[in-house]
């Protein structure tokens, strides 16, 4: 193979659309291109185009006149240290990362080379980008020419002067998200005085579209254009007095103000460690408190629902594919939204959805092999991810080999007392026999929990789970059904083998502590909590969740839960995404905020992290909650996401502190955490307005963990509109 002229490290959405319009616009032939990716399949992919396929980040660079670094901001900390090994000073590097400066990559890669910093958008997708490209010296123009080749191939390319990268940001880099937040306000004024909504989106889209044409193609200011459009005394100069009489001009500056700000914070917080400092992995980037609790108490979860998510198909169709191996491909979107632990819906053989299991001793076939698996986990591990797995103990599926024998050899079979039978009745599928199903579902298969050689089969298969795939806890179906005394001897096996293995359990209703005590589980989901927040933001009534908070973990004695570590969750693949339970979805960030500031393990379902939707509708199957996402997507709220999950991990009162409510209204919630004289405030406003308390009990200086800054405090907060604030109370 020979030299190369452009590499790309990354291959995501961006870099595929880089490279879409490079080798379309006749600018570079396939051959001459480069590629590195962890996702094998992408790589397969782009093999079979024609490119040119590494297997490290070395060999590229090595192999490539110029490298284009396509990888989130979070990631440039590992990457840097394997661009550095196959680089030299005549190499021209691209970067596309927002808040990563030009000081960060050549401190990381050792030298004082050529570079070229650009700020695209996602309209480049299209072919429609516009990109802002800044040259840093030692780079030529002839270097910065090849680097606008590159993005003028997919839209239009502008030099702008090194020192205001930063702030070129919300002129091309956010501005997209503005100009469809102005488009969506349009749509949805339409739809609320009559006008169809896809009429309305079809006519605000092309008008947009028409808009920047003028823009670009007429000599005309936008204010010249401005008043083309507005006639003396007519409807639009009344909505343009509309728009300046509620602070639309002032709300754009401080918008882009705010872009600018958190890029300045994104550049400090990835600033290269010294070599002494760096850190082995991505997950000990940020070293957290030191604390003698249990490993999942202070974990912040992530839930995946494999047979969705790998895109499986629904039935078993007894073809062998590996499909997990797609987990490891998340493995750095799930650090960047600040999980380190992941809760495994099943995965064993099933005849269809999983919790209808037909082998408890291998991978379900449509996921893959036990090897597969193990890789996963192994993968998963080695970036400090802890791993849970359901446990269906309750029933099994109907394809159950024990069950398939008992239907087979009847009353002679060896299994028969595995299961609830009566030989003189006849069950919905028409078997000859009946058997005691799983709440009306006779499609699953109860199973008798108290037959010692079923707890026997059972306990040998967690024993082997352990040992094949590593796993760390084991989360318990229907829970608040299942055999106490199975929950107790399982108690004691597993604690036997590893005292922090985590046991937690799925409990819908009733008295938690039945079910989470010192003989049986550690934690159960907390449903009680999950509907509350919801709830207490769609009905503009915070009480709700305060009195469940009140109620679970407050001050005084009587309260149920104190010093447990409840499973918080504001949706997971039993109920509708909480970014379609929401009448606004300016609450999702409040939402995620009070999950992440009250006592609990908070737990993020796959995709719900950037607001992904889906409706459970009664009497069809939950497939729309359980959907295949090609790849992760970020947005804001992933990222605010990713702060509440650092800010909780860091700060032990948020861990394990106490509850105390200090402040409430209608929209307004704040609360204090403490422990071991570390105390947190936890503010709440979900109105769309600016909220100043009434003067609460404390005073002093405080730590916005939410800013990182401090604030002088007078007694009284000033809370943004759909907003949650940490304050820790130095």
């Given at each position: 193979?020979?030299?190369?002229?452009?590499?790309?490290?990354?291959?995501?959405?961006?870099?595929?659309?880089?490279?879409?319009?490079?080798?379309?616009?006749?600018?570079?032939?396939?051959?001459?291109?480069?590629?590195?990716?962890?996702?094998?399949?992408?790589?397969?992919?782009?093999?079979?185009?024609?490119?040119?396929?590494?297997?490290?980040?070395?060999?590229?660079?090595?192999?490539?006149?110029?490298?284009?670094?396509?990888?989130?901001?979070?990631?440039?900390?590992?990457?840097?240290?394997?661009?550095?090994?196959?680089?030299?000073?005549?190499?021209?590097?691209?970067?596309?990362?927002?808040?990563?400066?030009?000081?960060?990559?050549?401190?990381?890669?050792?030298?004082?080379?050529?570079?070229?910093?650009?700020?695209?958008?996602?309209?480049l997708l299209l072919g429609c980008g516009a990109t802002a490209l800044s040259?840093?010296?030692?780079?030529?123009?002839?270097?910065?020419?090849?680097?606008?080749?590159?993005?003028?191939?997919?839209?239009?390319?502008?030099?702008?002067?090194?020192?205001?990268?930063?702030?070129?940001?919300?002129?091309?880099?956010?501005?997209?998200?503005?100009?469809?937040?102005?488009?969506?306000?349009?749509?949805?004024?339409?739809?609320?005085?009559?006008?169809?909504?896809?009429?309305?989106?079809?006519?605000?889209?092309?008008?947009?579209?028409?808009?920047?044409?003028?823009?670009?193609?007429?000599?005309?200011?936008?204010?010249?254009?401005?008043?083309?459009?507005?006639?003396?005394?007519?409807?639009?100069?009344?909505?343009?007095?509309?728009?300046?009489?509620?602070?639309?001009?002032?709300?754009?500056?401080?918008?882009?103000?705010?872009?600018?700000?958190?890029?300045?914070?994104?550049?400090?917080?990835?600033?290269?460690?010294?070599?002494?400092?760096?850190?082995?992995?991505?997950?000990?980037?940020?070293?957290?408190?030191?604390?003698?609790?249990?490993?999942?108490?202070?974990?912040?979860?992530?839930?995946?629902?494999?047979?969705?998510?790998?895109?499986?198909?629904?039935?078993?169709?007894?073809?062998?594919?590996?499909?997990?191996?797609?987990?490891?491909?998340?493995?750095?979107?799930?650090?960047?939204?600040?999980?380190?632990?992941?809760?495994?819906?099943?995965?064993?053989?099933?005849?269809?959805?999983?919790?209808?299991?037909?082998?408890?001793?291998?991978?379900?076939?449509?996921?893959?092999?036990?090897?597969?698996?193990?890789?996963?986990?192994?993968?998963?591990?080695?970036?400090?991810?802890?791993?849970?797995?359901?446990?269906?103990?309750?029933?099994?599926?109907?394809?159950?080999?024990?069950?398939?024998?008992?239907?087979?050899?009847?009353?002679?079979?060896?299994?028969?007392?595995?299961f609830y039978i009566d030989f003189n009745r006849n069950g919905n599928f028409?078997?000859?026999?009946?058997?005691?199903?799983?709440?009306?579902?006779?499609?699953?298969?109860?199973?008798?929990?108290?037959?010692?050689?079923?707890?026997?089969?059972?306990?040998?298969?967690?024993?082997?789970?352990?040992?094949?795939?590593?796993?760390?806890?084991?989360?318990?179906?229907?829970?608040?059904?299942?055999?106490?005394?199975?929950?107790?001897?399982?108690?004691?096996?597993?604690?036997?083998?590893?005292?922090?293995?985590?046991?937690?359990?799925?409990?819908?209703?009733?008295?938690?502590?039945?079910?989470?005590?010192?003989?049986?589980?550690?934690?159960?989901?907390?449903?009680?909590?999950?509907?509350?927040?919801?709830?207490?933001?769609?009905?503009?009534?915070?009480?709700?969740?305060?009195?469940?908070?009140?109620?679970?973990?407050?001050?005084?004695?009587?309260?149920?839960?104190?010093?447990?570590?409840?499973?918080?969750?504001?949706?997971?693949?039993?109920?509708?995404?909480?970014?379609?339970?929401?009448?606004?979805?300016?609450?999702?960030?409040?939402?995620?905020?009070?999950?992440?500031?009250?006592?609990?393990?908070?737990?993020?379902?796959?995709?719900?992290?950037?607001?992904?939707?889906?409706?459970?509708?009664?009497?069809?199957?939950?497939?729309?909650?359980?959907?295949?996402?090609?790849?992760?997507r970020e947005n804001p709220l992933t990222q605010r996401i990713a702060d509440?999950?650092?800010?909780?991990?860091?700060?032990?009162?948020?861990?394990?502190?106490?509850?105390?409510?200090?402040?409430?209204?209608?929209?307004?919630?704040?609360?204090?955490?403490?422990?071991?004289?570390?105390?947190?405030?936890?503010?709440?406003?979900?109105?769309?307005?600016?909220?100043?308390?009434?003067?609460?009990?404390?005073?002093?200086?405080?730590?916005?963990?939410?800013?990182?800054?401090?604030?002088?405090?007078?007694?009284?907060?000033?809370?943004?509109?759909?907003?949650?604030?940490?304050?820790?109370?130095?």
């Amino acid at each position: 193979m020979g030299q190369l002229r452009l590499g790309f490290i990354g291959i995501g959405n961006m870099a595929t659309a880089i490279i879409g319009g490079a080798v379309k616009s006749g600018q570079f032939l396939a051959s001459e291109i480069g590629i590195f990716d962890i996702n094998e399949e992408k790589l397969k992919d782009f093999t079979s185009r024609g490119f040119a396929a590494f297997s490290s980040i070395k060999e590229l660079v090595c192999a490539c006149d110029a490298v284009l670094i396509s990888v989130k901001p979070q990631n440039f900390p590992q990457v840097l240290p394997e661009i550095k090994e196959g680089m030299s000073s005549d190499k021209l590097l691209i970067s596309i990362a927002a808040g990563i400066t030009a000081d960060i990559i050549k401190n990381g890669v050792g030298c004082d080379c050529k570079l070229v910093l650009a700020m695209p958008n996602t309209p480049l997708l299209l072919g429609c980008g516009a990109t802002a490209l800044s040259l840093i010296p030692p780079a030529t123009q002839q270097d910065f020419d090849f680097a606008k080749k590159i993005f003028a191939s997919a839209g239009v390319a502008a030099q702008i002067s090194p020192d205001k990268m930063k702030e070129i940001i919300p002129v091309n880099g956010s501005s997209p998200a503005f100009f469809y937040y102005f488009a969506k306000t349009i749509i949805e004024s339409a739809v609320k005085m009559g006008i169809d909504a896809e009429t309305a989106k079809l006519l605000v889209a092309q008008t947009m579209l028409g808009s920047a044409r003028m823009l670009m193609e007429s000599d005309k200011t936008p204010q010249e254009l401005i008043d083309m459009v507005c006639s003396p005394g007519g409807a639009t100069l009344a909505g343009m007095k509309a728009l300046d009489d509620n602070g639309f001009t002032t709300a754009i500056a401080a918008a882009s103000e705010a872009c600018v700000k958190r890029a300045s914070e994104l550049a400090a917080q990835n600033s290269m460690p010294t070599p002494a400092e760096k850190p082995a992995t991505f997950a000990e980037k940020e070293a957290r408190p030191q604390s003698d609790r249990p490993w999942y108490e202070e974990s912040a979860f992530y839930q995946i629902y494999p047979i969705g998510f790998c895109g499986a198909p629904l039935q078993n169709d007894g073809v062998l594919q590996n499909r997990i191996g797609k987990v490891s491909s998340w493995i750095s979107h799930m650090l960047d939204t600040g999980v380190d632990a992941i809760y495994f819906s099943p995965v064993f053989e099933s005849d269809s959805h999983g919790y209808d299991t037909r082998d408890y001793s291998k991978i379900d076939c449509r996921l893959g092999t036990n090897q597969d698996f193990a890789k996963v986990c192994t993968d998963l591990h080695s970036k400090g991810i802890h791993v849970v797995i359901d446990g269906v103990f309750n029933h099994v599926g109907r394809g159950f080999w024990a069950f398939q024998d008992l239907l087979k050899n009847r009353q002679d079979s060896q299994y028969r007392d595995w299961f609830y039978i009566d030989f003189n009745r006849n069950g919905n599928f028409n078997d000859g026999l009946w058997y005691e199903g799983w709440e009306g579902h006779f499609e699953l298969v109860k199973l008798n929990l108290d037959n010692p050689k079923v707890r026997e089969h059972l306990f040998g298969c967690i024993r082997g789970w352990i040992d094949e795939f590593n796993i760390d806890g084991l989360r318990l179906d229907v829970a608040y059904m299942l055999n106490q005394n199975f929950m107790r001897e399982l108690h004691v096996f597993v604690k036997g083998i590893r005292q922090d293995f985590f046991l937690l359990g799925e409990a819908i209703h009733g008295d938690y502590n039945r079910i989470v005590n010192d003989e049986m589980l550690d934690s159960c989901t907390n449903y009680e909590c999950y509907k509350g927040i919801y709830s207490s933001l769609n009905d503009r009534n915070m009480f709700e969740i305060a009195h469940s908070l009140n109620r679970q973990f407050g001050p005084e004695q009587w309260t149920s839960y104190k010093g447990k570590h409840l499973f918080n969750f504001v949706d997971n693949h039993d109920v509708s995404r909480i970014a379609s339970v929401l009448k606004d979805d300016r609450h999702l960030m409040p939402a995620y905020g009070l999950m992440f500031g009250m006592p609990g393990i908070p737990c993020v379902y796959y995709g719900s992290e950037w607001g992904a939707t889906g409706e459970k509708i009664k009497g069809a199957d939950d497939a729309p909650l359980r959907p295949c996402f090609d790849e992760p997507r970020e947005n804001p709220l992933t990222q605010r996401i990713a702060d509440f999950s650092y800010i909780r991990s860091h700060n032990l009162a948020l861990c394990h502190g106490s509850y105390r409510q200090v402040y409430i209204t209608n929209l307004q919630l704040v609360f204090e955490r403490e422990y071991n004289g570390n105390r947190v405030l936890v503010a709440i406003n979900a109105d769309s307005q600016l909220h100043t308390t009434k003067v609460l009990p404390t005073s002093g200086k405080m730590f916005d963990l939410t800013r990182g800054d401090y604030i002088e405090f007078g007694g009284a907060l000033t809370l943004a509109p759909y907003s949650c604030t940490f304050l820790r109370c130095d």
